[in-house]
């Protein structure tokens, strides 16, 4: 089991959390959303829970929750600048199906 960031993603979270001033790491997880069923959230932690499944990846730890594993484990954050866009692309191995605008998915 593992979630990994790329060199890039992982350069993109320390620079956030160093200007931030604080911050321990990136909790990813899935919610119920979108017209495929599942959404990624993405956001950072100052503080860790009890329950949390820590992973580290180029020097930045990454946190979830158990029930989120179970959707993605082995994927990979990765962040990309396409022209004027720039996010964080979710490559995540157990999916099945996307909806047409990229915001959710289903396992």
Same mark, same amino acid.
């Given at each position: 089991?593992?979630?990994?960031?790329?060199?890039?993603?992982?350069?993109?979270?320390?620079?956030?959390?160093? +200007?931030?001033? !604080?911050?321990?790491g990136?909790?990813l997880?899935? !919610? &119920?959303?979108?017209?495929?069923?599942?959404? %990624? +959230?993405?956001?950072?932690?100052?503080?860790?829970?009890?329950?949390?499944? &820590?992973?580290?990846?180029?020097?930045?730890?990454?946190f &979830?929750?158990?029930?989120?594993?179970? %959707?993605?484990?082995? &994927? $990979? *954050?990765?962040?990309?600048?396409?022209? *004027?866009?720039?996010?964080?692309?979710? #490559?995540?191995? #157990?999916? !099945? #199906? $996307?909806?047409?605008?990229?915001?959710?998915? #289903?396992?």
């Amino acid at each position: 089991m593992a979630i990994t960031l790329s060199e890039r993603a992982a350069a993109h979270v320390s620079a956030f959390i160093a +200007k931030r001033g !604080k911050g321990l790491g990136i909790r990813l997880g899935v !919610k &119920t959303s979108g017209c495929s069923g599942m959404a %990624y +959230k993405l956001e950072f932690v100052d503080v860790a829970s009890d329950d949390d499944v &820590t992973f580290e990846s180029h020097g930045v730890t990454v946190f &979830t929750d158990a029930k989120s594993l179970a %959707y993605i484990d082995g &994927t $990979e *954050l990765d962040y990309a600048k396409e022209g *004027l866009n720039e996010g964080f692309q979710f #490559n995540n191995p #157990n999916v !099945k #199906n $996307e909806c047409g605008c990229g915001e959710s998915f #289903n396992v």
